[in-house]
């Protein structure tokens, strides 16, 4: 019974403990979460700029973090991979008192200078439930009265960034440029023209397009 408990484990975990990863694309990952645990300060803000593809956003404050298992994960770019690290992460909580998440790190290399960034560091969820349920009909709004509470842009924006996080690059690229168009149509305040220009632009970066 021992015997076959762990012939089940390997089948069903080949990729997570087996699989081979790029080491420039972990010691980006690494270099940006070391950059994480500094903080704001000038050091810890130029480690996560240098190996981030959005160097604006704002990342969780922690003490502690650490890897549960990564591994490389296939695109619809054959010539493409991702790669992916769940994290353990301890977050000061503004009260001061540390939390433990699960979170969740994808990041792509620059087909350009050839570097690997982290896309985005985020808790841990169901990425290809999120795209699918994003994706399914981007095209319906949510209105209230003449209020319209989330846009079209804005649904083809979620679109694009979870079908990147899933490696669906080819459908993020699609999703992120049919966003700016209706937003250029019709602005959304919740998402700026800049950040879905910025969005494709990496996009495109990591195909090579």
């Known amino acids: 019974m021992q015997r ?5 484990f390997v089948f069903l975990f080949p990729a997570w403990c087996f699989g081979q990863v790029d080491s420039s694309a972990v010691q980006s990952a690494d270099t940006f ?3 994480i645990k500094l903080g704001y300060t000038p050091e810890g803000k130029n480690m996560i700029s240098k190996n981030a593809w959005f160097t604006d956003k704002q990342y969780p404050l922690c003490s502690e973090i650490s890897t549960t298992a990564d591994r490389m994960f296939s695109t619809d770019n054959p010539h493409i991979e991702g790669y992916q690290k769940l994290l353990q992460i301890t ?3 503004e009260t001061g008192n540390p939390k433990n998440k699960k979170y969740l790190l994808i990041s792509y ?3 350009v200078s050839g570097q690997w960034k982290i896309f985005d560091l985020r808790e841990s969820t169901d990425t290809e439930l999120e795209a699918f349920i994003a994706c399914k009909d981007p095209d319906i709004q949510v209105i209230a009265g003449d209020e319209v509470l989330q846009s079209a842009q804005y649904n083809y924006f979620q679109c694009g960034y979870w079908s990147a996080m899933t490696g669906k690059l080819l459908k993020s690229e699609e999703a992120f ?3 700016l168009e209706l937003n250029k149509q019709d602005s959304d305040k919740h998402i700026s023209q800049s950040d879905l220009e910025n969005y494709l632009k990496v996009i495109r970066k990591i ?3």
């Open 207 to 209: 195909t090579g397009r």
């Open 33 to 35: 979460l070391d950059g």
């Open 177 to 179: 440029q049919k966003a």
């Open 109 to 111: 290399k620059d087909t």
């Open 4 to 8: 076959m408990t762990f012939i089940v």
């Open 91 to 93: 977050q000061i909580t």
